[in-house]
């Protein structure tokens, strides 16, 4: 069994997702992915689950972990033009999640 930090999309990737789109909002949605299901966020799959109800509980515990506050620090992630970025991720500005399918 995957703990829910395997299972959560990387934090970093949902952060600059919401930067990008300045969103407080962030929806996983179910979706048919690479043989299985999987959870997505913007463009970002999760990893693939045999079924849909496993790939849901994930998103649904992802999102749950999404808005739990944490501390500040600092992050370091690449963008789409393979240029890494660091930046100051205030561990308390938690956006609201919901999860389709």
């Excluded at 970093?12 to 179910?30: C, E, G, N, P, Q």
């Amino acid at each position: 069994m995957h703990s829910g930090a395997e299972n959560a999309i990387k934090a970093a990737d949902l952060i600059h997702h919401a930067k990008d789109t300045a969103m407080s909002h962030v929806t996983y949605r179910i979706v048919e992915h690479d043989g299985g299901w999987a959870y997505k966020v913007g463009d970002t799959f999760s990893e693939t689950f045999p079924n849909h109800d496993a790939a849901k509980a994930a998103a649904v515990r992802a999102s749950r972990e999404q808005r739990v506050a944490d501390q500040t620090a600092y992050i370091e992630f690449e963008d789409t033009h393979g240029t890494w970025i660091t930046e100051r991720a205030d561990g308390h500005d938690r956006p609201d999640t919901d999860v389709e399918g």
